[in-house]
């Protein structure tokens, strides 16, 4: 079984969390914190930094370390690295995803999120402002 290892951005502004909605692949139409896979030798920050940049034009800051989620998909085992961060530099603009919002906490429960991503809007709550 394939292990996978990536670093998901809990992107926050004036307490609202953004989410992406996935435009392909197996999963597509669920929805996710956006990030991607580590690379070799990248930290998970680093790769959380890298992969927003990739695939939604913006440069943010890590804020602080939230959670790590395993997770077993059919397909492989996810290890999910998890950072409050916000847009240091930029706008958020999708190339990848079909859809994004600008959620509140009271409506994390309101979308139909990846099952790795719904054990991460648990640990939300536990945040809630």
Known sequence: MK???VSAAIIH???MIYATKRGKGTYKGYWEFPGGKR?????????????IKE??????????FVCTVEYQYPEFFL??????????????TLSEH???????FSELDSLDWLPADLEVVEELKKLKP
Do not use: Q
Not at 40 to 49: F, K, L, M, P, R
């Open 55 to 64: 695939e939604l034009g913006a440069t943010i800051e890590i804020e602080r």
């Open 39 to 51: 690379e070799e030798g990248e930290s998970g920050e680093e790769a959380a930094v890298r992969e």
């Open 98 to 104: 079909s859809d994004a919002k600008w959620l509140s």
């Open 13 to 15: 502004h004036e307490n």
């Open 79 to 92: 290890t999910m690295d998890c950072y409050l961060a916000s847009v240091k530099e930029g706008h958020l």
């Open 3 to 5: 292990s996978i290892r």
